[in-house]
């Protein structure tokens, strides 16, 4: 399963990651057609049709796009694997938004009060405060068994956002370098351990030892005569 389907079942919807948008103007019809192709990911016709109606819209302004940018790599700081940016989380959001509709209000209403406390508190828009700024505004969110009651709604807010950074971040290429996944692997088992066969007064078979129980001939298939004896 790749990271398009398994959206599907994360968010409980039909996923895709959205286009980068750097500014609140649409883009054209060539480079929409010329983007599709990295939606393509086994979809039946009615799904593809539903997904590029999806892509063809923005939900978030550019103002918006770039708080949740800002907020999610104070979520996720950037490392050596990558950041926000090149995992796409912004453009997960943005679909998600525009697929599950009821997150739009949350969503929007979060990113603007949050705007709204920052220009009270600071005189400056959220994006432009420093870090310790910044911080003294969402540490009071960010944990909500520890919020007061005039805050719940902003907690609620930015609860919903993390799980969505996170989200975004751990099932793309990026977030699954980050998390060192290396998908399935096959087990090498070099045999019983020798304080335990001798436990047991067992032994191996030198020849069965030699062709079963030597990594580099795993591969290999045993083949036996017609009284059952080993060959090769």
């Given at each position: 399963?790749?990271?398009?389907?398994?959206?599907?079942?994360?968010?409980?919807g039909?996923?895709?990651?959205?286009?980068?948008f750097?500014?609140?103007?649409?883009?054209?019809?060539?480079?929409v057609?010329?983007s599709?192709?990295?939606?393509?990911?086994?979809?039946?016709?009615?799904?593809?049709?539903?997904?590029n109606?999806?892509?063809?819209?923005?939900?978030?302004?550019?103002?918006?796009?770039?708080?949740?940018?800002?907020?999610?790599n104070?979520?996720?700081?950037?490392n050596?694997?990558?950041?926000?940016?090149e995992?796409?989380?912004?453009?997960?959001?943005e679909?998600?938004?525009?697929?599950?509709?009821?997150l739009q209000?949350?969503?929007?209403f979060g990113l603007?009060?949050?705007?709204k406390?920052?220009?009270?508190d600071?005189?400056?828009n959220f994006?432009d405060l420093?870090f310790?700024?910044?911080?003294?505004?969402?540490?009071?969110?960010a944990?909500?068994e520890?919020v007061?009651?005039?805050?719940?709604d902003?907690?609620n807010?930015?609860s919903?956002?993390?799980?969505?950074?996170?989200?975004?971040?751990?099932t793309?290429?990026?977030?699954?370098?980050?998390l060192g996944?290396?998908g399935?692997?096959?087990?090498?088992w070099d045999?019983v351990?020798?304080?335990?066969l001798l436990?047991?007064?067992?032994?191996?078979?030198?020849?069965w030892?030699?062709?079963?129980?030597?990594?580099e001939?795993?591969?290999?298939i045993?083949?036996w005569?017609?009284?059952?004896n080993?060959?090769?």
């Amino acid at each position: 399963m790749n990271r398009r389907d398994s959206l599907k079942y994360l968010a409980s919807g039909t996923l895709a990651t959205g286009f980068l948008f750097s500014s609140c103007e649409w883009m054209s019809k060539d480079a929409v057609v010329k983007s599709l192709w990295k939606y393509k990911y086994g979809r039946t016709p009615e799904e593809i049709i539903h997904d590029n109606n999806l892509l063809s819209q923005q939900f978030f302004d550019a103002e918006e796009i770039n708080l949740i940018e800002d907020l999610g790599n104070i979520i996720i700081p950037p490392n050596s694997n990558g950041n926000i940016k090149e995992a796409e989380v912004v453009d997960f959001i943005e679909f998600i938004a525009k697929e599950l509709i009821e997150l739009q209000q949350p969503l929007r209403f979060g990113l603007s009060e949050l705007n709204k406390r920052s220009i009270n508190d600071f005189q400056k828009n959220f994006i432009d405060l420093n870090f310790d700024e910044k911080q003294k505004l969402l540490d009071p969110i960010a944990y909500p068994e520890e919020v007061s009651e005039v805050l719940i709604d902003q907690a609620n807010f930015f609860s919903l956002l993390r799980d969505l950074v996170v989200t975004g971040y751990f099932t793309s290429e990026v977030g699954i370098n980050d998390l060192g996944y290396v998908g399935n692997q096959p087990n090498v088992w070099d045999g019983v351990p020798k304080e335990i066969l001798l436990k047991h007064n067992l032994e191996y078979d030198p020849e069965w030892e030699s062709k079963f129980l030597n990594i580099e001939k795993r591969n290999d298939i045993a083949k036996w005569d017609e009284k059952g004896n080993l060959i090769s």
